[in-house]
């Protein structure tokens, strides 16, 4: 028993150490990837190998079947020599009786038993020694059925590549074949192209005796553009230098501009200023005319009692010697109004005055050329004139048909007199009315 386990342990070993030696063969296959029929074979090979472990695991089987066959019936013996011993212990009575002959039997018992009790034991350590390598045994049929499957699986990967590479060869082929094709239509057209370099080469050789003299011609005009392109530079460089000073020149234009826009500016808010003064001073015209009429009304009034007066004189024409006295003492009434109106006069003279009418270049707010001062004076000149000469015609015309009224009816003596008193009435009036004005 004991050998024939030592026999099932070896061969277990060398299944191992195939098993290991294959595994080897196939990672040197996999990382050498050449000779895929070799590696068929091997493949066949090692399936083979894999099929006498198998056999021979079989055996072993079959061997361990027997020897556990052979255990029970060892343990059968025991069991039947254990019911002999104990049917002796029962009947001692019957042993002594007996008695030598019981005695041997006995010896002879008991040494079965020691014999039987020494198979047991070899029987019972050969039981548990079988069946540590059973269990090894099936743990190394469960990885030689792992590999195996690995191994198959590997094959057919192999075979996958195999039907790849021929796939790929085939396809190599053809485009071996269409690489020939090509190669034979690119010498062809070799061919070709070297007949056409020739013809072009023999067409180059002109052109560039042409180009030569070309190049020439281009060289010769070249040196004529150089020498315009340096006249033009001494050009650019004067343009630049009166460029820098026009620019001189425009930059003082900018700043005199500045200049004449901040004037400009300064002459408007004096012109905007003498407009404001214009207003007032035509609101001032308008209340003039205003007591121009008043004084038309008062000449009215004053000619009705003129009229009246001249009734009184032709009523009263004996008592004309007490009339000159009431004439002197109507003179330096008139006289004293005279004055008082020169007063109003030489202050509204005063209030129109102003140095800005005396400036020539000055009128209504803005710095005015000289032309424009001299337009501005003479409207405004022209329109007073006008006012004082339409006044004087009015107040002469009306004065002088007064003269004509009161000295119409008098006599000659009187006349004389009469004409200075009226006279002198008649310049109160005029000055009054020139005052006013």
């Not at 255990?71 to 029962?90: D, F, G, P, V």
């Not at 059925?145 to 790929?168: F, G, P, Q, W, Y």
């Amino acid at each position: 028993m004991q050998q024939q386990l030592g026999k099932v342990l070896e061969d277990m070993k060398r299944l191992k150490e195939e098993r290991s030696q294959a595994l080897e063969e196939l990672a040197e296959l996999k990382k050498r990837n050449e000779g895929f029929t070799q590696s068929n074979e091997r493949i066949m090979m090692l399936e083979e190998e894999v099929e006498k472990a198998r056999e021979s695991e079989t055996k072993l089987l079959e061997s361990l079947i027997s020897q556990t066959k052979q255990l029970e019936e060892t343990k059968i013996l025991l069991e039947e020599a254990k019911l002999e011993i104990r049917n002796l212990r029962e009947s001692p009575a019957a042993s002594e009786k007996k008695g030598l002959l019981a005695s041997v039997q006995t010896i002879q018992a008991q040494e079965e038993i020691r014999k039987l009790r020494n198979e047991l034991r070899l029987a019972v350590q050969a039981e548990e020694k079988s069946k540590k390598a059973m269990d090894d045994f099936a743990i190394a049929l469960k990885e030689v059925t792992t590999e195996a499957t690995h191994m198959k699986e590997e094959h057919e990967v192999i075979n996958s590549e195999l039907e790849m590479v021929r796939a790929d060869a085939e396809n190599a082929k053809y485009l071996l074949q269409n690489a020939e094709q090509k190669l034979q239509v690119a010498l062809e057209g070799y061919a070709k192209l070297k007949q056409e370099f020739e013809e072009s080469t023999n067409a180059w050789k002109v052109k560039e005796d042409s180009f030569i003299n070309c190049v020439k011609i281009s060289e010769d005009d070249m040196n004529k553009k150089d020498e315009e392109n340096s006249r033009l530079v001494d050009s650019h460089k004067v343009a630049k230098e009166e460029n820098s000073k026009l620019r001189d020149i425009i930059k003082q234009a900018v700043n005199e501009a500045m200049v004449v826009k901040e004037s400009l500016a300064i002459a408007r808010n004096e012109n905007n200023e003498l407009k404001e003064q214009l207003y007032e001073k035509e609101s001032a015209l308008q209340k003039l005319r205003q007591e121009f009429e008043n004084l038309k009304v008062s000449e009215t009034a004053a000619l009705d009692s003129v009229r009246e007066m001249k009734s009184l004189l032709a009523s009263s024409s004996g008592t004309d010697l007490n009339k000159p006295s009431d004439l002197l003492e109507i003179e330096p009434l008139g006289q004293s109004k005279a004055t008082s109106d020169d007063r109003k006069i030489s202050k509204n003279m005063m209030k129109f005055s102003s140095d800005r009418w005396d400036n020539p270049r000055m009128q209504n707010g803005h710095r005015h050329s000289v032309g424009e001062s001299d337009i501005s004076k003479d409207l405004a000149f022209n329109k007073r004139a006008a006012f004082e000469n339409h006044e004087k015609r009015l107040s002469s015309d009306a004065f002088n048909h007064l003269d004509g009224i009161l000295l119409h009816g008098l006599d000659n003596d009187k006349q004389k007199k009469k004409k200075t008193v009226f006279g002198r009435f008649g310049d109160a009036l005029r000055r009054r009315s020139f005052r006013k004005t």
